[in-house]
């Protein structure tokens, strides 16, 4: 089975400053993806980032990045630059790449960006 | 693109009674999801249909809970004979093209008296 562990419940940063959200994870799969969503208060979840886990590469969109490392099966969520826009509920996923479609996500981490 | 879209957005129902939550995908998405979300927790899978195909359950999905997905077109999700424990925000995604990438709807908030 896979679980996904977000140990940080509430996180805030200062506006213009740069935060990491945590993520570990157990699978015994060698080929999946990663992902990091974000929920905004009482809006639909969307995508922020994604990683394949054959990628040593860190995957990166914008202002968001993550810190990949497949041995420790962890997976971090850069946020640099923050913006009142980036309070949410952010939560870390795991999928399976070839065997199936069902997704596991973590508990979340609330971030309240300060003005 | 007009979103994923899901009804009601709200459902007050008494324990024992069946409900049924509809999803409509975005049109060319293939793929559909369906899962609950508790307060305080992450959404939690419940199935996926591959079009009209239903691939996956989870063994959440108790028999009181059915998914269907006629035609491949919307969704539908119907629990029977509900409990207080039922009580959650049901989501439905879509998605096609890039694994993973699921594009969700705003969710049914079923509370259960």
């Known amino acids: 089975a896979q679980t996904v562990t977000q140990s940080q419940p509430e996180m805030s940063v200062q506006e213009a400053e740069t935060v990491t959200l945590s993520c570990t994870y157990d699978t015994s799969e060698n080929n999946y993806y990663l992902f990091w969503y974000k929920q905004p208060p009482s809006r639909q979840m969307i995508l922020v980032i994604r990683q394949e886990a054959y990628k040593q590469q860190n995957a990166t969109e914008n202002r968001f990045s993550v810190n990949f490392q497949k041995a420790a099966k962890s997976f971090s969520l850069k946020i640099s630059d923050s913006q009142l826009g980036d309070t949410a509920m952010y939560f870390c996923a795991f999928m399976k790449q070839f065997t199936g479609n069902q997704f596991y996500f973590g508990t979340g981490t609330s971030l309240t960006v300060i003005p | 693109d007009t979103g994923v879209s899901q009804n009601p957005r709200h459902k007050i129902t008494k324990r024992g009674q069946n409900v049924t939550f509809r999803c409509d995908p975005i049109s060319e998405h293939n793929r559909l999801y369906w899962y609950r979300q508790t307060l305080g927790q992450g959404p939690e899978f419940l199935t996926y249909?591959?079009?009209?195909?239903?691939?996956?359950k989870s063994r959440l999905l108790s028999d009181r809970f059915s998914a269907e997905r006629p035609k491949g077109s919307f969704s539908t999700l119907e629990i029977q004979r509900t409990e207080q424990g039922d009580s959650a925000m049901y989501l439905c995604?879509?998605?096609?093209?890039?694994?993973?990438?699921?594009?969700f709807g705003p969710g049914t908030r079923l509370t259960v008296t």
């Open positions: 249909f591959q079009n009209e195909a239903q691939l996956e």
């Open positions: 995604a879509s998605s096609s093209g890039l694994p993973g990438r699921q594009y």
